[in-house]
């Protein structure tokens, strides 16, 4: 009965209906669509047993950024002395991180992970299929097996259910599937094979220097990471006396599971929640206000109802059941419209380096989710539904009165608190967006050092042992491929490299510079490495600045000489002739190597833009991986299949991966400082338009109430523009309180912002000078309308009107 009759008034008053359902719906919206984000990435349960309990294990080292893999001897040292974890396991994705797959004929290449054998076994993985590895298969004799993700099984087996025992050729090495995995439990997300740890090399194995081993442990019951920590920091600084020359000054850095696998989305998450709360209580606060205003107008009716006899518990399950049909319309289309919007969300946060992939496509709306909507919905609907009640009249005799038209002082007081209050919401909310929109383009505004544009990339890895390092076949194979890509037409220069441009190369290495004072054990600086082709520099854009580049002929030779970038030449070389120079390899042996420096070229921000250039040093010659880059003058995307066609014709069964555009690299490499810095100014519009509807309404509603006080001040010689300049003064009153209040708090939020800010103060004055002008002018073209309408009121109408 009281829905029906809800219904009635509701359909009676469509105006105020549809504002209120659609505010609601964007505001209840906006929060579904974050949530569910935040939910998938923060909160939702991993798919390993007892996932909080498990923690990656990193080395970290005073010159080197972040943690980072740790040598094989390290990881074994740890396994026998750590009294904190019931497992620790480790696992390899490096030397080479793809191999090729033949099967039915055809090629493709694959990601490869070597893991120990406790490895499922520690994320508590069991499998859909077969098996996974057992102690046996660490054995030499024994150790030619692999397990398969689900999505492999799919994607090159057909999900044939026989492919248990049956045999494959990765890298011309025959391997024996023994598992498949269920499907969303891979780890690393990105692998599709995985091959017991023991087929790591021997030299790998065997040396301190090689990182290339990451650690998983899973904490003993009562043990907490404080503990794990102390206890892996004892024998971090056991091994430091132990080993000096490698270990000095290395520590340990324990991470949650999931905080690695967020990665660098969690500030950001956590800033647009944020945010979006705030959007949510403008849209909160501006139906609050369409409810007094409604409240209001209706307040002789409501007092008739209650002289015949209607009591107040009567009333409020009317105005309840009228709030809970707006709520729930509105939670209704803000869940389809986040349902609309999360395919972008996932495809935004897709490109966001760092982030596990499994984790951003399982954003969904799922029932936790829908919990949380619905929740918003009754809670809004009781919040909003008890307000007309603290509105209805305690003295039926006035509200009776057939002159009264509702307004008091306190009411009008009331809905001004409300704007002045979606203003400073509004402020704050506009704040923060500018602050990121502003970090964003200054970062785009860098340059990366080298031309991005008309630039592909592309990745070829050499199959393993028909191919090696710096041997005559590898070598002869891509000089044979250079030779045929700079033919193609289309094609202006070929380089290659063995890490994509704005990626760190994952090859350091310890040198000292001939001359110099020696060092004590454990104190020799590290230097990015990277092998280049004669020709890359010139594809890259590099400028030469002294000396010279590499040719041919250093290739073919095998020539050990060194191209340095310009942060090694001032950082290492300051006071040197760079060109009579050299650098000693290989510091940690009895006889390191003497390298001679022939040239040095401009920096390229080779670590992402945001971060300065770092000292590199330039080595010529291939290596059994290498990225391809063609510098072209079309589009880039439209050679690849000539590419394609050209290492075939070199070698059948020998796949091309990861093919992308330069651009597309530099774009996902500020994936996530974009899609924040997106977000945020939506959500700072979505605010904006809130805000402002909240004024206009006010301002209407106060207009219709001082009718006959305007009436009566044009009755004794105020003009037009007196009572257009009364309004605004009513608005920028309310605006200015909302701003200054709404200021202080913008301050402190973007206190917590600062680590997602880039050469922008967190006390901008340019973001906030924009964020006040532009709330000012909204709240002023808001109430134009209203101001317009009462100059335009006659006065003589309206004092007959009362």
């Known amino acids: ?46 798919p390993f047993r007892q996932a909080d309990r498990i923690v990656t294990i990193n080395e970290t080292h005073p010159q080197v950024a972040g943690g980072g893999e740790v040598t094989f001897p390290d990881y074994t040292d740890w396994r026998s002395q750590q009294s904190s974890f019931e497992q620790m396991a480790g696992y390899s994705i490096v030397s080479p991180e793809t191999v090729s797959l033949v099967w039915d004929g055809h090629a493709e290449q694959v990601h490869r992970v070597l893991a120990s054998s406790n490895f499922f076994s520690l994320l508590g993985i069991t499998p859909s299929l077969g098996r996974t590895f057992v102690e046996q298969d660490d054995t030499p004799r024994a150790n030619h097996v692999a397990v398969i993700s689900a999505e492999a099984w799919q994607r090159y087996f057909g999900a044939d259910k026989s492919i248990i025992g049956r045999t494959v050729d990765l890298n011309d090495v025959s391997y024996i599937i023994v598992g498949v995995l269920p499907a969303g439990s891979a780890y690393p997300a990105t692998g599709d094979f995985w091959m017991p740890l023991s087929l790591m090399d021997k030299e790998s194995q065997a040396s301190r220097v090689w990182h290339t081993v990451n650690v998983l442990g899973r904490l003993k019951p009562g043990v907490d990471l404080g503990q794990a920590r102390a206890d892996m920091a004892t024998i971090s600084a056991r091994l430091s006396q132990s080993y000096p020359a490698t270990n000095r000054n290395v520590g340990v850095l324990l991470t949650p599971l999931r905080e690695q696998l967020v990665g660098s989305l969690r500030p950001a998450l956590l800033s647009l929640m944020g945010c979006v709360v705030l959007v949510l209580l403008i849209a909160c606060v501006n139906v609050a206000n369409l409810l007094l205003v409604r409240a209001s107008a209706h307040r002789r009716e409501t007092a008739v109802r209650q002289a015949l006899g209607a009591s107040r518990l009567r009333l409020l399950t009317q105005y309840l059941a009228e709030t809970l049909l707006l709520c729930l319309f509105g939670g209704l289309l803000g869940t389809m419209f986040a349902e609309l919007i999360l395919p972008l969300l996932r ?43 603290f509105h209805s009249p305690r003295r039926l005799s006035e509200a009776l009165r057939s002159g009264d038209r509702g307004s008091s002082g306190t009411q009008s007081w009331r809905r001004g608190a409300l704007v002045s209050a979606e203003v400073a919401i509004a402020i704050v909310v506009l704040f923060l967006g500018s602050l990121l929109v502003r970090s964003f383009q200054k970062l785009i505004q860098i340059d990366p050092g080298f031309r991005t544009d008309h630039l592909l990339s592309l990745e070829i890895t050499l199959p393993q042992p028909r191919y090696q390092d710096q041997t005559t076949a590898t070598n002869h194979f891509y000089e044979a491929l250079i030779d045929k890509l700079q033919r193609s ?86 006071g040197r002739d760079p060109l009579t120079s050299s650098i000693l390899l290989g510091v940690l042996s009895p006889h390191p190597d003497k390298v001679p420096v022939i040239g040095v070229v401009s920096n390229a921000r080779d670590l992402g833009v945001e971060t300065d250039a770092e000292p590199e040093l330039y080595l010529p010659g291939f290596g059994t991986h290498a990225v391809i880059l063609l510098r072209t003058n079309i589009d880039p995307d439209s050679i690849a299949g000539d590419v394609r066609n050209a290492v075939r014709q070199l070698d059948p069964n020998q796949p091309i991966y990861h093919v992308q555009t330069i651009d597309e690299v530099l774009s996902d490499s500020l994936a996530r400082q974009k899609v924040t810095a997106v977000l945020l100014g939506i959500f700072a519009l979505l605010a904006l338009t809130l805000a402002s509807i909240g004024i206009y309404g006010v301002i209407a509603y106060s207009v219709e109430q001082r ?86 009121i006659n006065p003589t109408e309206a004092l007959r009107s009362e």
């Open 707 to 792: 009718t006959r006080e305007i009436g009566v001040r044009m009755a004794v010689g105020a003009n037009r523009t007196n009572i257009v300049l009364l309004v605004l003064r009513e608005v920028t009153t309310l605006t200015a309180i909302g701003i200054l209040a709404g200021l202080a708090g913008a301050l402190v939020c973007a206190h917590f912002l600062s680590t997602l800010l880039y050469h922008v103060s967190n006390v901008d004055p340019l973001s906030i000078g924009a964020s006040v002008v532009t709330l000012l002018i909204v709240g002023m073209l808001a109430a134009v309308v209203p101001a317009a309408q009462a100059s335009t």
């Open 1 to 46: 009965m009281d829905l029906r009759y809800a219904f009635r008034r509701l359909a009676k008053a469509p105006g105020f209906s549809i504002t209120a359902v659609l505010t609601l719906a964007l505001g209840i919206g906006a929060t579904t669509a974050i949530f569910s984000c935040a939910y998938a990435l923060l909160l939702r349960s991993l």
């Open 489 to 574: 037409p289309g094609i202006t220069s070929v380089g290659t490299t063995n890490a994509v441009p704005l990626n760190a190369s994952h090859s350091m290495t310890r040198f000292l510079i001939a001359g110099a004072a020696p060092l004590a054990p454990g104190a020799f600086p590290f230097a990015q490495i990277r092998f280049v082709s004669p020709d890359f520099f010139r594809t890259m854009g590099l400028g030469l600045v002294q000396g010279r580049t590499f040719e041919q002929k250093d290739i073919e030779n095998n020539a050990s000489l060194f191209v340095v970038n310009q942060a090694f030449d001032e950082r290492y070389l300051s």
């Open 347 to 389: 495809t935004a946060f897709a490109h966001v380096t760092g982030a596990d992939p499994s984790l951003v496509q399982s954003i969904r709306l799922d029932l936790p989710v829908l919990l949380v909507a619905l929740s918003v919905c009754l809670f809004t609907a009781i919040f909003f539904g008890l307000l007309p009640m």
